[in-house]
């Protein structure tokens, strides 16, 4: 989503930050753990498959989807957001009668 590409939201123990195309080489590893693709009902990409994805995400204004960074990690380490990623959060608007109602699906891939 578009919106959020410049959104960043910091809490005590996590960081969130857009989707970005810097990201999917180590979501896609995640995402060939089997384990995680059944838990996420998730079928296995190519690498190139996942950047039109995360591309094609970032354009979807009913998609949000941010990655989840371990604030420690980060604050210690700002210059290298990937070795900080734990996670991501996906919110999907799907409620036409409710524009601020969302679906939110939370991975934690590792900590």
């Known amino acids: 989503m ?3 590409q410049e ?6 123990r996590t960081v969130l930050v857009p989707y970005r195309k810097e990201h999917v080489t180590k979501y896609h590893g995640w995402m060939q753990n089997e384990e995680l693709q059944e ?3 998730s079928e296995p990409l190519t690498l190139q498959e996942e ?7 970032s354009e979807d204004e009913q998609k949000c989807t ?9 604050k210690n380490n700002k210059e ?6 734990v996670g991501d959060v996906n919110l999907f608007f799907n409620d036409i009668d ?10 934690v891939a590792g900590w």
């Open 51 to 57: 950047y039109a994805m995360q591309h094609s995400w």
């Open 98 to 107: 409710d524009k601020y109602s969302a679906e939110v699906e939370i991975m």
């Open 2 to 4: 578009k919106i959020n």
């Open 80 to 85: 290298n957001e990937i070795e900080s990623m």
């Open 66 to 74: 941010f990655i989840i960074l371990d604030a420690g990690k980060f």
């Open 7 to 12: 959104i960043c939201i910091t809490g005590k």
């Open 39 to 41: 838990l996420t009902a």
